[in-house]
């Protein structure tokens, strides 16, 4: 099963999600790190809001184990920060899988700092998808987005090539392969233009690249991309090609998010902590999934009227 049919099975909400306490979530993502070397104009994570830290290794395998015994199937290593500047990214992805036993671990990287030694300890742990996020055309817009020197954009394809060399070779020696896989965002109707050459040169080399709509990372952005002539999307409706409807929105139904200091969120971009449902240091997976909080956000969604909710902000319900 390649990427985006992953994708699309975790944003459509099959009718036993649609619930205020649906199963155990097909698919979680844990935020090993909340770093990251970019500071992207589209991403609020620049704007600081919360502490930027790594996650305390004994909790992560606590809580993999846990939620892997609640019944999540897929374990995404990553969140809102970069899980390739964690020393320790290859053990957890080895925890996971060996230990904890998922059966499907991905990952999800700007790419500049995956390098082949990297990359290939993550697979030969057990790494079963890497996507590399190309949201650049070229060296200046990377510079303009990314904030960042400009010399570190040619790292990123040249690490996405060198990925698929390593993830070809150990899949030789072991006969496991990992999914090599890239996405970019559509920012305005001309991105898709602008990226045309780079798309065409990867489109060969990765086994899928597909585009994704410009999110408005939970109203914390929108004035900052309009200012920029870029089109916003409503809420996070998954990937173009597969959109869906901003109401209810899917990811507080199938997907969990857990930020590095143990929070379980109800979104995709919770930067401000407003999002919260529950602390998983203390209190057990299923039950957080299942708080009265979730219970009464998600009867919200039901009903597509989040006004005086989490949600209430997000543009996508104005």
Same mark, same amino acid.
């Given at each position: 099963?390649?990427?985006?049919?992953?994708? %699309?099975?975790?944003?459509?909400?099959?009718?036993?999600?649609?619930?205020?306490? *649906? *199963?155990?979530?097909?698919?979680?993502?844990?935020?090993?790190?909340?770093?990251?070397?970019?500071?992207?104009?589209?991403c609020?994570? &620049?704007?600081?809001?919360?502490q930027?830290?790594?996650?305390?290794?004994?909790?992560?395998?606590?809580?993999?184990?846990?939620?892997?015994? =609640?019944?999540v199937?897929?374990?995404?290593?990553?969140?809102?920060?970069?899980?390739?500047?964690?020393?320790?990214?290859?053990?957890?992805?080895?925890?996971?899988?060996? /230990?904890?036993?998922?059966?499907?671990?991905? $990952?999800?990287?700007?790419?500049?700092?995956?390098? *082949?030694?990297?990359?290939e300890?993550?697979?030969?742990?057990g790494?079963?998808?890497?996507?590399?996020? @190309?949201?650049?055309?070229?060296? %200046?817009?990377?510079?303009?987005?990314?904030?960042?020197?400009?010399?570190?954009?040619?790292?990123?394809?040249?690490?996405?090539?060198? &990925?698929?060399?390593?993830?070809d070779?150990?899949?030789?020696?072991?006969?496991?392969?990992?999914?090599?896989?890239?996405?970019?965002? /559509?920012?305005?109707?001309?991105q898709?233009?602008? @990226?045309?050459?780079?798309?065409?040169?990867i489109?060969g080399?990765? %086994?899928?690249?597909?585009?994704?709509? $410009?999110?408005?990372?939970?109203?914390?952005?929108?004035?900052?991309?309009?200012?920029?002539? #870029?089109?916003?999307t409503?809420?996070?409706?998954?990937?173009?090609?597969?959109?869906?409807?901003?109401?209810?929105?899917?990811?507080?139904?199938?997907e969990?998010?857990v930020?590095?200091?143990?929070? $379980? &969120?109800?979104?995709?971009?919770?930067?401000?902590g407003?999002?919260?449902?529950?602390?998983?240091?203390?209190? *057990?997976?299923?039950?957080? #999934?299942?708080s009265?909080?979730?219970?009464? $956000?998600?009867?919200?969604h039901?009903?597509?009227?989040?006004?005086?909710? =989490?949600c209430?902000?997000?543009?996508?319900?104005?």
């Open positions: 099963m390649g990427i985006t049919e992953r994708i %699309d099975q975790v944003t459509r909400i099959d009718p036993v999600y649609r619930t205020v306490a *649906p *199963p155990a979530p097909r698919s979680v993502k844990v935020e090993l790190t909340a770093r990251c070397n970019l500071a992207c104009t589209f609020a994570r &620049s704007m600081s809001l919360r930027h830290a790594d996650m305390d290794r004994s909790f992560f395998e606590r809580l993999t184990v846990e939620m892997r015994q =609640a019944g199937e897929e374990l995404g290593l990553f969140y809102l920060g970069e899980s390739f500047l964690l020393p320790w990214l290859a053990d957890a992805v080895r925890f996971a899988k060996q /230990e904890a036993g998922f059966p499907y671990v991905f $990952l999800t990287t700007n790419g500049t700092v995956s390098t *082949p030694e990297r990359v300890a993550a697979i030969r742990a790494l079963d998808s890497l996507k590399f996020s @190309m949201n650049y055309a070229d060296a %200046d817009q990377f510079q303009s987005v990314a904030q960042v020197k400009p010399k570190l954009y040619d790292s990123i394809e040249r690490n996405l090539l060198s &990925s698929v060399a390593v993830r070779r150990v899949y030789e020696e072991t006969g496991h392969r990992c999914g090599i896989y890239a996405s970019y965002i /559509e920012y305005d109707g001309a898709g233009k602008r @990226m045309r050459e780079t798309v065409e040169r489109a080399i990765a %086994d899928e690249v597909y585009a994704l709509p $410009l999110y408005n990372q939970a109203s914390l952005v929108t004035e900052r991309e309009i200012a920029q002539g #870029w089109a916003p409503a809420g996070n409706r998954g990937r173009v090609g597969a959109l869906r409807e901003a109401l209810p929105c899917w990811s507080i139904f199938t969990g998010h930020t590095w200091d143990g929070q $379980l &969120s109800a979104c995709c971009f919770d930067h401000d407003r999002f919260h449902m529950g602390d998983l240091t203390t209190t *057990p997976f299923l039950d957080a #999934w299942h009265d909080r979730f219970r009464d $956000l998600r009867e919200a039901l009903r597509k009227s989040v006004a005086g909710t =989490a209430e902000a997000c543009v996508a319900y104005q």
